[in-house]
């Protein structure tokens, strides 16, 4: 039916973003909230269920599509993921997947390709011209999430700390991020611990200084820029190892805040070897792709174009 309505939910460990979209491909209702990462975040459910409430028993809503962190790494917190979404919409048809591979539905329209993510985390998301789908990264902050936002802002905190007790060479980084922080300088070790202690959310506070770090770089202080040049090493790393399992000329794109840096995604172009083609729709809009493929909605260009110019309005 014309007036039939879909939800997506996209899901991160900064922040979760649901979207009411009808069949035109207009948005006609958002709802933002924190992050809701499963691996640190105790109180994600409470966070989930919050950004879910206004939508309960809305009319027509036909299908849900929740793109969550997390999904299918950890059997159990899988199970709780399915969970909260089908209690809430016990009665419309669902789907649940990882929010990566949202996001690389959304980057290609439902195509083949490579998706390179980094955000608070980092992985690499491939699918071939048959649908089959393969990953790279993904573990994790203690284990790894090399190039990730995250990864840079903990790489800045371990050369700052180095920088002010004289065991790496000084750097306009220490300054710029006392100054960002309004931290103490005349205690560095009090500030600075201190600040790390308060966070309420360590992971996504210290992902959050790879704006920093970026803004620094491009002021041309050569600590800042090695930082973006390692980061992206270990982003090619991601692309290397999956890269075998698309087409050798298929196309890649990037997903998640990190590539706000233009000076990352040209770093990762370099070691490429080609360049990125720019997402076709942000991850919402993969949410909500899948959400119409569930009902099988005709997906032309033009609800294509409509979805992502919306999905862009509503993210931002």
Partial sequence: MDNDLILGIDGGGTKVLVALADRSGRILRTAHGGGINPMDNPNWRRELDSQLASFIGVPRLKAVVAALPAYGEVADLSERQREAIGGVFADVPQLVLNDVDAAHLGAFAGGPGILILSGTGSMAWARD???????????????????????????????????????????????????????????PINALAGWVSG?????????????????????GDAAAMCLIEQAADELAKHFTAISGSCDPDAPWSYAGGTFASRRLLAALERRTGRPSVPPRLPPIGGALLAAAQLLGWPLDKGWIGQIAAAARTAAA
């Fill in 129 to 187: 011209a048959e649908g089959n789908s393969s990953r790279a990264g993904g573990w994790g902050d203690v284990i790894g999430d090399e190039g990730s936002s995250y990864w840079i802002g903990r790489a800045t905190l371990s050369l700052v700390s180095q920088s002010l007790d004289g065991r790496a060479p000084p750097t306009a980084l220490a300054e710029a991020l006392f100054e960002h922080l309004r931290l103490d300088q005349s205690d």
């Fill in 199 to 219: 966070l309420a959310s360590q992971r996504s506070g210290i992902a959050a200084l790879s704006v920093l770090v970026d803004r620094v770089a491009q002021a």
